[in-house]
């Protein structure tokens, strides 16, 4: 800080020894207006928002399974992580956008268009803070919410999971007052033109508002208070169909643009997919046996085969997390990378080409957020839940695979992205034959907690890595289903070396992540010793949602 203040100072005596008149009064200049309007800093909100999920998706990713680390002994793999007393901002991404990348800049939108009556900015900025507290809090449990963005402070108190969730439903229900009003002012930019979401159609924002606060009630389901009908209810108000999914386009036409998971920027060059998900792809756990009639259409689609197709299962292999991969020195039979079939380097770094990569790991590709698919898989619980194995159970679980592949299918996507899929969508005779298979479920009295989890695993395999988090934490990693009396997340297995690599986990798995170092340990200290956050094993301490 003395340095900057010292910077300050000489600016200051600089402009005062040629004339404060000139070089203040900026006003006049259309290009570098003080108060520009909200539709010139909306879009910069929307595309920030995936350099907190995807870059903290690089070490959650390991504590769900998603991908492993092709090394031994990752530290993420094996549920530590780094942060204090060491001085690292790993998985401190989301803390970062929260509180700084769209912050203070969504108070100005807020400020900015009431002023304006602009009520549609208004609404979608408040959807976005909303999105932003829940996801921090989820993430890191107890966090800074009331005295976020308090002026003149040194010091911010951080607030419990509880209150921080009350705050993240007040926040939805005010965005969902302002983009329900049709007195906008005709006079100011509309919400289409910073929109490249949803191209300003508040219909879409209200349902993406109504998916967070779904979000935010299903939270609880080991408590008592668990509203069920709250779910149900604000479910089936958010989206209606993959039309409605809230995903983020990337240009690629720079670095800064570039989608993070990408061949041009090489963030996935030594991650694997794993073996669990391999396992629920072809056919092994949900059907309980790999063959060719058993295999989801879907795994050719989002996973990557080695050149040794001789394996049984097409040449699809995942790593054990934590344990490198035994074939990693062999050409062909080792696991490939994330960007394609027999793809063991990154393709194309440091150059843009869409036809590289796969999946969501292209260049230019969406981000989702939030999708349809997810919501059914939502509903679909909360329903078993209430009334147990019901035809509105099933029925939902049946429409989150097909949402799913529906996803996977999609022909456009805004702003001219890359499809999901690889050469050609899945066939309608595929699907059909993945619907009759022994992988799904035939009838709602038949249908298990297991089976809707793992269903939405994969639907969120590859984006949802936070919102699989939750669902991991919520069912303590290995609950067991009261129906089949194996684990929910059947075939997810606990690292082997977890007690040798991370003394201070005790044998436990992580549940939550420090605070972004650079901001609060820095910075915030006393306040972080209030909440235990500077015990060794705060990781492993259970967060306030799933606790009973």
């Not at 007052?177 to 924002?205: E, H, Q, V």
């Not at 022909?411 to 799904?440: E, G, H, K, M, W």
């Not at 929910?488 to 798995?509: E, M």
Request: net charge positive.
């Amino acid at each position: 800080m003395k340095k900057l203040f010292k910077l300050f100072i000489l600016s200051a005596v600089l402009i005062s020894s040629v004339g404060c008149k000139k070089y203040l009064d900026i006003n006049s200049d259309p290009d570098t207006p003080q108060f520009p309007d909200a539709s010139s800093v909306f879009p910069a909100m929307l595309s920030a928002i995936p350099r907190g999920t995807q870059y903290d998706a690089r070490y959650i990713s390991k504590y769900i399974q998603n991908f492993g680390q092709n090394a031994n002994d990752n530290a993420w793999d094996l549920h530590g992580h780094q942060g204090y007393p060491s001085a690292s901002d790993a998985g401190g991404d989301i803390w970062r956008q929260c509180y700084y990348g769209l912050g203070a800049n969504l108070n100005y939108i807020i400020n900015e268009g009431v002023k304006k009556g602009q009520w549609d900015y208004v609404g979608a900025a408040y959807s976005l803070k909303a999105l932003m507290f829940q996801m921090t809090t989820d993430m890191h449990g107890e966090i800074i919410f009331k005295d976020a963005f308090k002026e003149n402070a040194s010091s911010f108190a951080f607030d419990s999971q509880e209150s921080v969730y009350r705050g993240v439903d007040s926040l939805c229900r005010i965005a969902l007052g302002y983009l329900n009003r049709t007195d906008l002012a005709s006079s100011n930019s509309p919400l289409s033109k910073g929109d490249f979401i949803f191209s300003g159609d508040r219909s879409k924002w209200i349902k993406f508002t109504n998916g967070i606060l779904a979000r935010n009630f299903h939270r609880t389901t080991n408590k008592s208070s668990y509203k069920a009908d709250s779910v149900i209810y604000y479910a089936n108000l958010a989206m209606a169909s993959g039309e409605d999914d809230f995903v983020v386009p990337f240009d690629a036409s720079k670095n800064d643009d570039s989608n993070f998971f990408g061949t041009y920027r090489d963030n996935l060059g030594a991650f694997r997919q794993s073996k669990f998900i391999v396992a629920m792809l072809d056919g092994t756990t949900l059907a309980g046996v790999s063959n060719p009639a058993n295999r989801d259409p879907r795994m050719p689609q989002m996973l990557s085969a080695s050149g040794d197709t001789t394996n049984g299962n097409g040449g699809y292999r995942g790593v054990d997390v934590g344990v490198v991969d035994p074939a990693a020195s062999t050409s062909t039979a080792r696991v490939a990378s994330p960007f394609g079939d027999a793809t063991y380097a990154n393709p194309s770094a440091a150059r843009f080409d869409p036809s590289k990569g796969k999946y969501l790991f292209r260049d230019k590709v969406v981000h989702p957020i939030m999708t349809y698919a997810e919501m059914q898989f939502m509903l679909a619980e909360a329903s078993f839940r209430k009334s147990g194995a019901t035809a509105t159970a099933y029925n939902a679980y049946i429409n989150g695979i097909k949402g799913h592949f529906t996803f996977i299918n999609r022909a456009t996507f805004p702003r001219s992205n890359t499809p999901l899929y690889t050469n050609a969508p899945i066939s309608a005779a595929d699907q059909t034959a993945y619907l009759n298979s022994a992988n799904v479920k035939k009838t709602a009295s038949t249908l298990t907690m297991t089976d809707i989890m793992l269903q939405k695993y994969i639907a969120l395999w590859g984006w949802g890595f936070f919102e699989t988090w939750v669902d991991m934490r919520r069912f303590h990693y290995t609950d067991v289903d009261a129906v089949t009396a194996a684990p929910v997340y059947k075939g997810y297995t606990i690292p082997s070396r977890i007690a040798v690599i991370n003394p201070a986990n005790g044998g436990k798995l992580a549940t939550r992540v420090r605070p972004r170092y650079n901001s609060e340990y820095v910075w915030n200290f006393p306040q972080l010793e209030a909440v235990g956050a500077t015990l060794p094993d705060y990781h492993v301490k259970e967060m306030w949602f799933s606790q009973p």
